[in-house]
């Protein structure tokens, strides 16, 4: 068959046929150059169309360049665009190049139409070539004299793009005194405005450096600069007025008359429809009143309606962004908006995101005259089909109980959601009625009355587990049932992968057999056992704790876990009052919507170890919960040595031992020391019940336990498939069944100079990458792996620290009784990492 002709080809812009194409564009396009024939604009359009649609898809067409050039001789101003449009796309990359627009770029800046000397001065302003900066000097300097505003407009913005490409050039040609002379005297409020944007950057750079500039940065916040621009407000832009209200914020007035001249100028902006100068209003008066305080309580009062009108109008996202800066306002002045709770109820129709905040709200505004209401309604949500507004729904009720308002109606409440028999709201109760607890122990008799019904086989979630083992330790004296239940855990605790549960499990049952010895002490036995033998390295080091504590003296054992306790008074707060400061001076920012001060996301210096933002659900790098602390391996000779008997080590220790000393640490965090007795013997006949360790736990241990087997091995499949969907939504439900750290091989470390080194290399050990993002020395990866066998899948969480040589794993697996081998077997790929 004939190949196709040209007229036959694909002509789809999006899907050129290869080379053969630019190739023909560039004839094309040198053939009309200088063509003067009547319609030449029109086959311009078409083939300029073409071009720019390559370069959109991301095609290379710089070769065109000269002829584009070529073809610019146009009155179109629609050609003259799409050419600006495809010269600031590749003058950069081809800086020789872009010498051959100057000539056509410079004759458009001097063009009858205004739209064109605009246009050709803002292309001209985007070459970023920094040898060219010569030929935008005399350009500039006639587009901010130029009679039109546009032309004007457009030549501010082009005196900031130069003082980035050469700012010597810049402040040596006199721009910014010109920029100050247009911004006081210029009829056309948009040149204004981009002439105080322009300013404002410049003489912020150049204040660090220069003290002129920073007397020039004084001048523009000085008294009549400022009234100036707010008698004129009103003639400017939204984005405009935004700008100029922000550069108000800045200035100190000198005396209470200006404040108050300036709120009374202000005032109408509060009810403008936009809510971005709404914002920008109400900082200004937040900021002026600061060191007046029952002005600046009056101002609370007079922003309260319009955030609230905004906060009901409008998207989802921008009624989050106000409710997240009336957050910000009731929690520095609760009682102010304590009347307005109503406000900040849920409606079916709003996104989760919305639903949150506007809980956070009602649970800082509850007081002694709402608390009914708002707990009647959270109640409501209680029962919600929306399960995550369910949970937020009992924790606020949970926190307006810690705030001592109305504490009886309260607990009654949320004994009536055990009740309800759903897990998630069982499993929210159980951990509220445990901070319940310790702040009023008074209530102990009715809760766990209730509690004690509960069946522990029916509450899986780590810290709800935890909530419940802790309450059965606590009051095991006065729960029947409660050595009985404990004992089922510890029998069950293979089946258990949250290190946090079998933490809370190991005190518990160590307290009920300090209350109750005969009903307990096998089950203690049992779990010093298993808790010896785990991998969790907390796990492990508690159990050995205990084993010696108790092997010491049980009196003191009493004393060091359960201590007479006084109730909590107060809960520590998440966030420091300088933090909350901190993000109130950054009003109406992005600082205010994520609830962080701004050097916590734009400062590298001062960011965590590790960002790393994705879709795959929220996995921070944060503080750890228990059950995700990373483990270290154990050591099978200090274990040895720390399982042995009190004879045995004595003699081992000899004559020198007679006054060595265990510290004890004690629950409010002090430590106690205690000289340790020199026989098994004299400690038995010291402890108040007389049993020796061994006979008391029925270990009769004299040596460290066998050592665990090693995990069964494991192959998996190479050519594993997982998408990121399926990806997602197994991380948010599969729980964390493992989690560990191991160090990295020298050859390792100096191998991962970039994530892809590590995607190629765990490949090849069928352990695949579904993300990975990061910069020396931090990285931080995703993968997945599947048995060869089956389709369980295994997900991982690895991140790295080449500076510390460390990496940290956690593993969520559909099988988690293969979790440890897969565990051996990634570090096993991961410490074969070196130089190729």
């Known amino acids: 068959m004939a190949p196709p002709s040209h007229s036959q080809r694909s002509s789809s812009p999006s899907q050129p046929s290869g080379k053969g194409e630019v190739s023909d564009l560039k004839l094309q396009l040198r053939q009309l150059a200088g063509s003067r024939a009547p319609g030449t604009d029109d086959s311009k359009r078409e083939l300029f169309k073409k071009v720019i649609s390559y370069m959109t898809v991301g095609i290379d067409v710089s070769s065109l360049f000269g002829e584009m050039v070529m073809c610019s001789a146009t009155s179109d101003i629609v050609l003259k665009k799409m050419c600006y449009l495809y010269v600031g796309n590749y003058a950069k990359g081809n800086p020789d190049l872009a010498l051959l627009t100057i000539n056509f770029l410079q004759k458009d800046c001097k063009d009858e139409d205004p739209m064109i000397r605009g246009l050709a001065l803002r292309s001209l302003c985007s070459l970023r070539v920094a040898n060219l900066v010569e030929y935008l000097v005399g350009p500039l300097g006639s587009g901010l004299k130029d009679s039109s505003s546009y032309v004007r407009t457009v030549a501010a913005v082009g005196v900031l793009k130069l003082y980035h490409i050469s700012a010597v050039t810049c402040v040596d040609a006199d721009f910014p005194a010109m920029l100050k002379h247009l911004l006081l005297n210029d009829p056309d409020t948009q040149v204004v405005a981009n002439c105080l944007s322009a300013l404002q950057e410049i003489w912020t750079l150049e204040a660090s450096t220069s003290e002129e500039a920073s007397r020039e940065r004084e001048a523009l916040l000085s008294k009549p600069v400022i009234y100036y621009l707010l008698n004129r407000i009103k003639e400017f832009s939204e984005w405009a007025q935004c700008l100029v209200l922000e550069w108000v914020a800045k200035y100190v007035p000198s005396d209470s008359n200006e404040i108050f001249d300036i709120m009374n100028l202000l005032e109408d902006r509060l009810q403008h429809a936009n809510g971005a100068v709404v914002l920008a209003t ?6 002026l009143t600061l060191s007046m305080t029952d002005v600046h309580q009056q101002v609370y009062e007079r922003i309260k309606a319009p955030l609230l009108t905004l906060a009901r109008l409008g998207s989802p996202e921008q009624s989050y962004a106000v409710l997240s800066h009336l957050h910000l306002l009731v929690m520095r002045a609760p009682v102010l908006f304590s009347s307005d709770y109503k406000h900040f109820y849920c409606q079916y129709n709003e996104p989760f995101y919305v639903k949150k905040l506007k809980l956070e709200m009602l649970t800082a505004v509850a007081n002694e005259s709402n608390t009914y209401e708002i707990v009647t309604e959270l109640c409501e949500y209680a029962a919600n089909v929306d399960i995550p507004i369910a949970r937020e729904s009992i924790r606020a009720v949970g926190k307006i109980a810690l705030q001592q308002y109305d504490v009886n109606a309260i ?3 949320l004994l009536q959601f055990l009740e309800m028999e759903k897990d998630y709201v069982t499993a929210e109760t159980l951990v509220l009625v445990k901070d319940l607890l310790r702040k009023y122990p008074q209530w102990s008799h009715d809760c766990i009355a209730v509690v004690g019904n509960i069946s522990s086989k029916n509450v899986q979630e780590p ?3 935890a909530a419940l083992i802790w309450m059965l330790g606590e009051y095991s004296q006065d729960m029947p049932d409660a050595p009985y239940i404990l004992e089922n855990l510890i029998d ?6 949250s290190a946090e549960v079998r933490l809370h499990l190991l005190t518990a049952i160590l307290k009920c057999f300090l209350r109750r010895p005969p009903e307990s002490q096998k089950a203690l036995g049992a779990a010093l056992v298993a808790g010896l033998a785990d991998f969790h390295q907390d796990v492990h080091d508690r159990a050995l704790f205990y084993y010696r504590l108790l092997q010491y003296n049980i009196s003191v054992a009493e004393c060091v876990v359960n201590p007479p306790k006084q ?11 300088e933090i909350k400061d901190r993000i109130f001076d950054e009003f109406n920012s992005l600082s205010v919507v994520y609830q962080q001060p701004s050097y916590m996301f734009t400062d590298k210096e001062h960011r965590g170890p590790f960002e790393f933002s994705d879709e795959l659900g929220n996995m921070s790098i944060g503080a750890e919960s228990a059950d995700n602390r990373v483990p270290a391996q154990r050591v099978e000779a200090n274990d040895k040595d720390l399982l042995l008997s009190t004879t045995e080590k004595e003699e081992s220790r000899g004559p020198s031992s007679n006054g060595s000393q265990y510290s004890a640490p ?10 340790a007795s020199r026989t098994h013997s004299e400690l038995a006949t010291s402890k108040p019940l007389s049993f020796a360790i061994d006979d008391l736990l029925g270990l009769g241990l004299t040596e460290a336990p066998a050592p665990t087997p090693s995990p069964p091995s494991l192959k998996l499949n190479a050519k594993a498939a997982l998408d990121p969907g399926t990806f997602q939504q197994k991380w948010r439900q599969l729980p964390i069944c493992l989690s560990q750290e191991f160090s990295l091989s020298p050859k390792g470390v100096a191998a991962l100079t970039t994530p892809q080194v590590l995607l190629r290399h765990m490949q090849g050990h069928s352990i695949h990458c579904i993300a990975s993002g990061g910069q020396a020395p931090n990285f931080k990866f995703f993968f997945f792996a599947q048995k060869a066998e089956g389709s369980s899948a295994f997900l991982v969480e690895c991140i790295i620290n080449t500076s510390s040589a460390k990496a940290q794993i956690k593993v969520k697996a559909d099988d988690q009784d293969t979790s440890q081998a897969f565990s051996a077997l990634f570090e096993s790929a991961l410490s ?5």
């Open 492 to 497: 069950n605790w293979d089946d258990e992968h």
């Open 282 to 287: 109400t900082k200004v008066f937040l900021q």
């Open 666 to 675: 004690l629950s409010d965090g002090s430590t106690m020391s205690v000289a």
């Open 567 to 577: 109730a909590v008074s107060v809960f520590a707060d998440t966030q420091s009052s």
């Open 832 to 836: 074969k990492l070196e130089v190729a």
């Open 411 to 413: 607990v009654d409440r």
């Open 463 to 465: 810290k709800a587990k």
